[in-house]
């Protein structure tokens, strides 16, 4: 057991850090205040190749491994959670799912800009009534010979307005229940498709999330991912290794705000002494640090299963649980650290805390992660 980072591993991960200081760094509270999406950062992501970090580079990609990915995602995270979602959903949801389930045409028109940052994606399965109960699909696509017929709303989608190709999924045959459900490739120019309201949001406001509307979109046969009825399968697969991105990203949200609150503590005096020399607060940075560690195995332990062609479903299912619920606990902490201070944004840790709710939420609840983990031990 090596729990050393690599050379490779060390050289991307101060590519991320130097970015995240250099270009994430100095406009994040304003976009934060603004709900401004990091159009030329995202822009600035994709020339680095991290838009499609796992992607083949036949595909434009960088041909790195999840550990690599998970990395980047803690280094953005650190800084910058709405850019870092942004990376998260266009790598381990779109890219992934393309490269893993498309055919080589869909490849080769999609997945090489979606890689490359010249395109960004959208993965499309939330509802107004499906959001945990995935199953319940009430958008349709109705087959009619060479095309089919898509209807329905989608909610809460990252990359709403911004993403130029969309990962649908809709029922296809209700008979059939989660065996009547495709996944379909949409592009953003299409007749139909209306992209709604952006969400005033709590937190990940950089980020920009949407409610999709498609009205008789017509989808060529030819842009549905897999066989017939793969497309419930394909988004719980692809969810699967959306779910270690997301630790991660709940990992760097944690990282970040201890880091903030670890470096104030020694400048901030009260008592006539800096703040951590008060055992209250030093023992809060060794809470904060020792479960930022316990969370930073499960992720990275997920992540090598994934490299090693292990099953990861629980493994990323525990790396988030855990890791959203540190990013939680110590970002509600460092506030704390802050004391008043804390509740202010140019200290940013007021930020992270609302930041780090999402994480405990999107891609799936942690009561949905609960039931991934416990049903994977019973089945075993
Ligand atoms: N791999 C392969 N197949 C899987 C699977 C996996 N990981 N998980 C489930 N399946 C299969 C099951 O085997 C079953 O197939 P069979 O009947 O052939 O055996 C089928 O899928 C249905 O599975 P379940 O019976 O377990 O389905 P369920 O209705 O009980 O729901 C659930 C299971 C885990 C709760 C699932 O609905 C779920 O994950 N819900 C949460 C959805 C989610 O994460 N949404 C996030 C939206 S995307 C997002 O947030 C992106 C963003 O913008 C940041």
């Known amino acids: 057991?090596?729990?050393?980072?690599?050379?490779?591993?060390?050289?991307?991960?101060?590519?991320?850090?130097?970015?995240?200081?250099?270009?994430?760094?100095?406009?994040?509270i304003e976009r934060d205040n603004k709900q401004e999406f990091p159009a030329e950062q995202v822009k600035k992501m994709g020339e680095l190749g991290f838009m499609g970090l796992m992607v083949d580079p036949k595909y434009g990609g960088s041909g790195m491994d999840a550990i690599s990915y998970v990395i980047v995602m803690e280094e953005l995270s650190k800084v910058d959670a709405s850019a870092s979602v942004i990376v998260s959903v266009n790598n381990s949801l779109v890219c992934y799912g393309l490269e893993t389930y498309g055919n080589e045409e869909q490849k080769e028109k999609y997945l090489t800009k979606l890689a490359t940052g010249e395109a960004l994606g959208a993965f499309c399965l939330s509802e107004p009534e499906a959001g945990s109960d995935a199953t319940s699909q009430q958008t349709t696509a109705i087959d009619m010979g060479d095309h089919y017929l898509l209807n329905g709303t989608k909610n809460w989608i990252t990359n709403g307005g911004s993403a130029d190709y969309y990962l649908v999924i809709a029922q296809t045959d209700?008979?059939?229940?989660?065996?009547?459900?495709?996944?379909?490739?949409?592009?953003?120019?299409?007749?139909?498709?209306?992209?709604?309201?952006?969400?005033?949001?709590?937190?990940?406001?950089?980020?920009?999330?949407?409610?999709?509307?498609?009205?008789?979109?017509?989808?060529?046969?030819?842009?549905?991912?897999?066989?017939?009825?793969?497309?419930?399968?394909?988004?719980?697969?692809?969810?699967?290794?959306?779910?270690?991105?997301?630790?991660?990203?709940?990992?760097?949200?944690?990282?970040?705000?201890?880091?903030?609150?670890?470096?104030?503590?020694?400048?901030?005096?009260?008592?006539?002494?800096?703040?951590?020399?008060?055992?209250?607060?030093?023992?809060?940075?060794?809470?904060?640090?020792?479960?930022?560690?316990?969370?930073?195995?499960?992720?990275?332990?997920?992540?090598?299963?994934?490299?090693?062609?292990?099953?990861?479903?629980m493994s990323s299912a525990m790396a988030k649980l855990k890791a959203s619920k540190v990013a939680m606990e110590v970002s509600v902490e460092a506030v704390q650290v802050h004391g008043g201070n804390g509740f202010v944004k140019e200290y940013h840790v007021e930020r992270m805390m609302r930041d780090a709710k999402i994480t405990q939420i999107y891609e799936g609840t942690s009561e949905v992660q609960k039931i991934v983990i416990s049903r994977s031990l019973l089945r075993d």
């Open 1 to 28: 057991m090596d729990f050393n980072l690599s050379e490779e591993h060390l050289m991307i991960r101060d590519a991320a850090r130097d970015f995240a200081r250099t270009e994430l760094l100095p406009g994040v």
């Open 174 to 313: 209700r008979e059939k229940g989660h065996k009547g459900i495709n996944a379909f490739i949409v592009e953003k120019t299409w007749e139909g498709f209306e992209i709604g309201p952006k969400e005033d949001k709590l937190g990940i406001r950089g980020s920009d999330t949407h409610t999709l509307n498609f009205n008789d979109v017509k989808v060529p046969k030819e842009n549905r991912i897999g066989e017939d009825g793969f497309g419930f399968k394909f988004a719980m697969k692809t969810l699967s290794g959306g779910r270690i991105g997301i630790a991660a990203q709940a990992l760097g949200i944690a990282q970040g705000a201890y880091e903030l609150a670890r470096d104030y503590s020694k400048i901030r005096k009260a008592f006539g002494t800096e703040i951590c020399n008060h055992q209250a607060i030093a023992f809060k940075l060794a809470d904060m640090h020792l479960e930022i560690e316990a969370a930073r195995h499960l992720v990275m332990k997920s992540a090598w299963e994934k490299d090693n062609g292990i099953n990861y479903d």
